[in-house]
Every structure is written in structure tokens, then in C-alpha cells.
């Protein structure tokens, strides 16, 4: 089940509260286990197709299928089929040769967490494959460790300490929160951001974004509702966490600020089997577009309900899915993101770069996409950047010293126009307010105004 969220992702914060439930003490496997294994032995196909969709389903992950699961014990290389050290190996048949930069990818990365983030991953593989088919970085292979944390804080905490002492310079997360950002802080990890859903990243020098992030979802729908023409509008957030009403809050002010109505704001439950009288509430207040956050699930069971009444407002969603676009009810819908489109084929260098990658190491996600997939490509490029010189001992200084020295790094054409990064060293990242206009039509998603984004 793909799941959506304005603010944090509040289904992962509920479901991370409940993993605390079950015990698990981190990641026990050694540097040579680790390399032992290899979740994506066809070059990310396997995760790919397994990776659910739109219309919820979830027939497992390919970290289900090597025996992890959401105890957090799941670390791993990606990089190529050949079981130990076979992404190292790929790098020196591609010319690679000094001392591979070693990364961590963290996240919930099994079951109902896989099913949503998996194709985050799967772009980082892709990335990491194609970096090293062509000899590394500088010279450089890299070596990407994948924790599946299992949706518990305190294993992703785990995790990254471990990665760290494994060698790791720098981190990633696929998680809504980034739950070891005081560990990296105070040890100077820098962490490139791949899911960017809390305010600390915004807050966290260590916390690098590579696109807009948390203000920009909210800003960026209220923009775009009225760049479409909509003059009153409806907020609908779950009743499963608190994170939901705070998502609501940050709304109804940028509403306001775009000279928006917010004919009504209501709360819902993810689990209602039936939205009817939600439906006839917005109906009668007379929004013309509503966003509901919660999961994709009851986003689609709101949509067909309030289709049953007669009621077809625009629904509004800051992530989505190409099996999203083949749904009646969401005719229309519009998209809001700050990473580029997932579904772009063209239009800059970067963008041929990705398409290549995906058609080599992860070909489903070219025709079963999903907007994550873009969030980890860009991440990994962001990465790339920082890392083009470096000498021949990687450390996590050379990391932020190539992070620091950015002004307006636009990753070939990913980060255009206001969305341009520059970073200052230790100093938190400003949101700068910027987002693509994409919208479904004719059971597609069309991008408007090619890669120029729509800023503040």
C-alpha cells in the first residue's frame, strides 16, 4: 500500500510508536555478513515489482524475501549479484580502484514501510550500480549498506552508529523521521535526505536536503490550487496522529496567504470503511479541491464515495504513484513535489542519466513509478556532487567540505531555477519554497511548465 502525507508522513510516526512494541536490538551482523548478502541480486527489478502500488497491494519486499523483517537486523549491500563484495568488484571491472566510499542507506524497508519506500532504494541501487559500471567516483567505488530499521527509532539509531563504525562517511534516510539526527550532529555525519518530512531539516546542519522539503509541501499546495484556479478549498487530515493536525495548521496559514478559502477542515480516520458523510460535508461547504492526508487506501475510498454522491472535487496529493494516474476519481488531480518528476523522460542531462540508470538496473519503476523514486535519485546525485574530488581517503569532512562549497548546484539540471542548492557550513537549511506543477490528464501525469519550478 503506497501512503501519503503533507507534513511527516503521520502513518509512519503512528507505526513507529507500535514498532517500539516489539523488541529488537540493532543491527549484530558483521562487516563480512553484510557484504554476504545482496537484496536486489537483479539489479532492483525483483524489489521493484514487489514494491506495492496505489491500489494497496504488497505481496512482500526483497527484504522480506532474504529473511529480514521489521526487527531492524536487515543490513546489506546493494550492488550487483555476486554475493560478497560484489559491488566493490563491479567498481574495478569499471576502473575503480582506490578505497570505496562507503555509505548507509536507513529505512523501513520490509512490509507495510517497504511497500512505500522501496523505490527510494531501488534509485539510490540503480545510482550506486551505474556510478561504479563507469569506475567509481574519482576513482572511488562505492559501497552502499541498506538497514531496514523496521520503523523503530531506536534501531534506525542503531543502525547508524554501526554503519559509522563500519566505515560509512555519510548517511541517508528513507524513513519519515530521521531519527538519529542528534547522533550525526554530534559526530559530524553529514546525512543527505532522500525522505525529507520534519521540520529538522531545516533545524539540523548536518541535514542536507537535496530539494525542497517540508514548508514547500504545504506552501506549494495552497499555490498550486490557486494557480489551477480554485478559490475554496478543504483540508481533511487523519485522526491516527497528532503530526496530521500540525500538517493542518501549516496549511490553513500558507491557504491564507494565497488568498485561498478553507471552507472546511475536518478529521478522518484511515481506517472508516466509509467516507460518505465526509463527502457530503465538503459538498455542502463547496471546496473545489481537497487534500486529504493520510494513507493512499482511504484517499481512494474518499475519492469513489464522494464519486457515488455526485461529488467530484480535485484531489490534491504531495506524493504519487503512476498507478494513481489510471483511477477515474482522480482525473485531475494535482501533484505536488520538490524533487523533479519521477515520470520525465527528457529535458536535461541529469534526466537522461536517470531514465539510463532505471533502464539497466531497475526497469519496472520506468513504467510503474512512483514520486520516491525521483527523492532518492536526486539524493544520490547530491552526493555525487560532493563528493567529485575528492583525494584518495574518503572522510565525512570531504563530504561536507564538497557539501559546503556548493552555491546554486543545480545537479545537471534536477535542482533548476529557485530550487539551485547552496549549503553554509554548520548552519540548518532554509526551505526555499519551490515545487513542480504536475497534475493527472487523460490518465497521465503531465508536468506544466517543463522543469521551471513554480517558487515563492
Not at 292 to 314: E, F, L
Request: proline share 5%.
Amino acid at each position: 500500500m503506497t501512503l501519503y502525507s503533507l507534513r511527516s508522513k503521520p502513518w509512519l510516526v503512528l507505526a513507529c510508536a507500535i514498532a517500539l512494541l516489539s523488541t529488537a536490538c540493532g543491527n549484530r551482523l558483521s562487516r563480512s555478513e553484510i557484504l554476504a548478502q545482496n537484496i536486489v541480486s537483479d539489479g532492483g527489478a525483483a524489489a521493484t515489482r514487489s514494491a506495492g502500488s496505489a491500489s494497496g497491494s504488497n505481496t512482500g519486499t526483497a527484504a522480506d524475501a532474504s529473511g529480514t523483517g521489521a526487527g531492524g537486523n536487515a543490513a546489506v549491500p546493494a550492488g550487483g549479484s555476486g554475493g560478497a563484495g560484489a559491488g566493490t568488484d563491479q567498481a574495478a571491472a569499471g576502473g575503480a580502484t582506490k578505497q570505496p566510499i562507503v555509505i548507509g542507506l536507513i529505512g523501513w524497508l520490509s512490509g507495510l514501510g517497504g511497500s512505500t519506500l522501496n523505490p527510494a532504494r531501488d534509485s539510490w541501487v540503480a545510482w550506486q550500480r551505474s556510478v561504479n559500471e563507469r569506475g567509481g567516483i574519482n576513482g572511488h567505488p562505492v559501497e552502499l549498506l541498506i538497514g531496514d530499521d523496521g520503523g523503530n527509532p531506536s534501531v534506525a539509531v542503531s543502525l547508524a552508529q554501526d554503519f559509522v563504525n563500519k566505515g560509512a562517511i555519510a548517511l541517508t534516510s528513507v524513513d519519515a523521521a530521521i531519527a538519529y539526527g542528534d547522533y550525526a550532529q554530534s559526530n559530524s555525519i553529514p546525512v543527505i535526505g532522500t525522505i525529507t518530512g520534519t521540520e529538522a531539516w531545516e533545524q539540523n546542519p548536518m541535514l542536507f536536503p537535496p530539494f525542497p522539503a517540508t514548508q514547500s509541501a504545504s506552501w506549494g499546495a495552497a499555490r498550486l490550487m490557486k494557480r489551477a484556479g480554485f478559490t475554496k478549498v478543504a483540508y481533511m487530515y487523519c485522526a491516527e496522529t497528532q503530526d496530521c493536525k500540525t500538517g493542518e495548521t501549516r496549511f490553513s496559514k500558507w491557504a491564507s496567504e494565497e488568498g485561498l478559502e478553507l471552507v472546511y477542515s475536518g478529521q478522518y480516520s484511515v481506517i472508516a470503511p466509509d467516507y460518505t458523510s465526509d463527502c457530503l460535508q465538503l459538498q455542502q461547504r463547496g471546496a473545489q479541491a481537497v487534500m486529504p492526508v493520510g494513507d493512499a487506501a482511504s484517499m481512494i475510498r474518499m475519492a469513489q464515495n464522494c464519486s457515488r454522491q455526485g461529488y467530484k472535487p480535485v484531489w490534491v496529493t504531495p506524493t504519487a504513484t503512476d498507478q494513481l494516474a489510471k483511477i477515474p476519481e482522480f482525473e485531475g488531480a494535482i501533484g505536488v513535489t520538490g524533487a523533479f518528476p519521477w515520470f520525465v523522460r527528457s529535458g536535461a542531462p541529469a534526466i537522461d542519466e536517470y531514465v539510463a540508470a532505471l533502464q539497466t538496473y531497475a526497469p519496472d519503476r520506468l513504467t510503474n513509478g512512483v514520486s520516491y523514486q525521483a527523492w532518492g535519485w536526486q539524493s544520490a546525485k547530491l552526493l555525487e556532487a560532493a563528493l567529485a574530488n575528492v583525494s584518495d581517503q574518503p572522510t565525512s569532512q570531504a563530504v561536507l567540505n564538497g557539501l559546503w562549497a556548493m552555491q546554486g548546484e543545480t545537479l545537471g539540471g534536477l535542482a533548476p531555477g529557485g530550487m539551485a542548492l547552496t549549503f553554509t557550513a554548520n548552519q540548518p537549511t532554509a526551505d526555499p519554497l519551490c515545487v513542480f506543477d504536475i497534475r493527472i490528464q487523460g490518465g497521465s501525469w503531465v508536468l506544466h511548465g517543463g522543469l521551471t519550478p513554480i517558487c515563492k
